[in-house]
């Protein structure tokens, strides 16, 4: 069975979905494929699970880097656990590039190359956002490209954990919220 609750974080509310072996999704409300592994059969309650995830969360979003990882059980195929097994080696505050992603992938698979669009694909479909982080993923060059929730939460997280912004910038198709946000933060 699938439980659910919602946390409201300060970027909008989230929403947690376990099992009785992990955490399979965190979801921000509203965004890119949001909630499109739960099933259709869940029960609202809260589980231990789901409280330490909780827990995990507020200190998070208190500034602090969360010493443990709450109990996660990701649903995707073995190259996108690859590459959220990957996402979870990223060190708090630190950025990792599609490109650098794809280039483990390929040692670890002992071939030539591994497509960073591949890479791409798997990160953006990442169903624990945060926790398995995602938002520590930016393109070539630092262009913070791509977001489920959003480039303007892809922001505020990597802000929160005091991420080096000062090489980092924001795509040419961004829409005019998301550049006003970026703009009143970084002047």
């Given at each position: 069975?699938?439980?659910i609750?919602?946390y409201?974080s300060?970027l909008g509310?989230?929403?947690?979905?376990?099992?009785?072996i992990?955490?399979?999704?965190?979801?921000f409300?509203?965004?890119?494929?949001f909630?499109?592994t739960?099933?259709?059969?869940?029960?609202?309650?809260?589980?231990?699970?789901?409280t330490?995830?909780k827990?995990?969360?507020?200190?998070?979003?208190?500034?602090?880097?969360?010493?443990?990882?709450?109990h996660?059980?990701?649903?995707?195929?073995?190259?996108?656990?690859?590459?959220?097994?990957?996402?979870?080696?990223?060190?708090?505050?630190?950025?990792?590039?599609?490109?650098?992603?794809?280039?483990?992938?390929?040692?670890?698979?002992?071939?030539?190359?591994?497509?960073?669009?591949?890479?791409?694909?798997?990160?953006?479909?990442?169903?624990?956002?945060?926790?398995?982080?995602?938002?520590?993923?930016?393109?070539?060059?630092?262009?913070?490209?791509g977001?489920?929730?959003?480039?303007?939460?892809?922001?505020s997280?990597?802000?929160?954990?005091?991420?080096?912004?000062?090489?980092?910038?924001?795509?040419?198709?961004?829409?005019?919220?998301?550049?006003?946000?970026?703009?009143?933060?970084?002047?």
């Amino acid at each position: 069975m699938v439980y659910i609750c919602k946390y409201k974080s300060p970027l909008g509310d989230v929403l947690l979905a376990a099992d009785e072996i992990g955490l399979t999704g965190l979801w921000f409300e509203g965004q890119n494929y949001f909630a499109d592994t739960l099933p259709d059969e869940h029960i609202q309650q809260e589980t231990e699970i789901l409280t330490e995830t909780k827990k995990w969360l507020d200190m998070y979003f208190a500034g602090e880097e969360p010493k443990f990882t709450p109990h996660l059980h990701p649903a995707g195929s073995e190259f996108r656990q690859e590459v959220w097994e990957i996402l979870l080696q990223i060190p708090y505050g630190q950025t990792i590039s599609y490109g650098e992603i794809a280039r483990k992938i390929a040692e670890m698979k002992k071939i030539s190359h591994m497509s960073a669009q591949a890479v791409g694909g798997a990160v953006g479909h990442n169903e624990i956002a945060i926790i398995i982080p995602c938002h520590r993923v930016v393109g070539a060059n630092g262009n913070l490209t791509g977001y489920a929730g959003g480039i303007d939460k892809k922001i505020s997280l990597l802000e929160l954990e005091h991420a080096d912004m000062r090489r980092l910038f924001l795509p040419q198709k961004v829409t005019a919220g998301e550049m006003v946000s970026f703009l009143t933060e970084n002047l």
